[in-house]
């Protein structure tokens, strides 16, 4: 029996399901706590790794996982690069996307203030982002494509996200892939060795879309890929078998 660990935990709105699929066909999942340590010999007992949230300790063991032969959902390289924002905006704009302006120092134009890396978040409200990103968009929205590599193809599924709640529109639901958007995001995948990643857009008042972020960790949630998750992960176990 195969077993796969998920840094994850077990009741994970998508991984958790994901991981029922998978027990299904014969599968043995192992949920890892986020957050703590953990042992070489731990992962050492998998076939497989996948990675749900970023902290030192996730990074140690997608390291220790490609060192030592266990395949992994994104390995080391891709979850350490695309934590990195300016490497990201660098590499959305390298393969063709529209990104938002960038300032080091507070600009008077509006603006979404950011640190340069996902592990690196401020400590509270008020701390001072490392970095200003130009605001782009009127819409109180963002796109997210997440794209999710099954071993075969690659699949997409692209939702509109509510960044502002109303009574009236739900916080997440789908929306059309946008094609020119779509192929690029497959690109990235492929430069970056990575099976897995959530793209956001803003949309400004002439239709045009920003990329303005990346995900190697993504959630899908709301994105119906129970199902694609689950045939990513088992055939995480069957290369070079």
């Known amino acids: 029996m195969d077993t796969i660990g998920v840094i994850c935990e077990p009741d994970d709105a998508v991984f958790g399901r994901a991981a029922e699929r998978l027990a299904a066909r014969g599968f043995d999942v192992e949920f890892l706590p986020p957050g703590e340590p953990i042992r070489p010999e731990d992962i050492d007992a998998l076939d497989a790794l996948a990675n749900r949230t970023i902290c030192r300790q996730s990074f140690d063991a997608l390291s220790y996982a490609d060192r030592n032969g266990v395949e992994t959902l994104n390995g080391f390289f891709p979850t350490t690069a695309l934590s990195c924002r ?36 401020p400590a509270g409200v008020d701390a001072d982002p490392e970095f200003y990103q130009q605001a782009v968009g009127t819409e109180p929205s963002i796109e997210r494509y997440y794209a999710l590599d099954d071993g075969i193809e690659t699949h997409l599924q692209a939702l509109t996200i509510r960044t502002k709640l109303t009574e009236r529109r739900p916080v997440l639901e789908e929306t059309s892939v946008r094609v020119q958007l779509a192929t690029r995001i497959r690109e990235l995948l492929d430069r970056f060795d990575a099976r897995a990643i959530g793209v956001d857009f803003v949309v400004d008042e002439h239709d045009e879309c920003y990329a303005v972020d990346i995900s190697p960790v993504p959630s899908f949630d709301g994105a119906g890929m129970e199902r694609r998750l689950a045939d990513s992960l088992a055939s995480l176990t069957t290369i070079g078998a």
Not at 87 to 92: E, F, G
Not at 112 to 121: A, I, L, S, T
């Open 86 to 121: 300016l490497v990201v905006l660098n590499a959305l704009e390298r393969i063709g996307y529209r990104v938002p302006a960038i300032a080091f120092q507070k600009p008077d134009a509006d603006y979404v203030g950011k640190n340069r890396f996902r592990w690196d978040e």
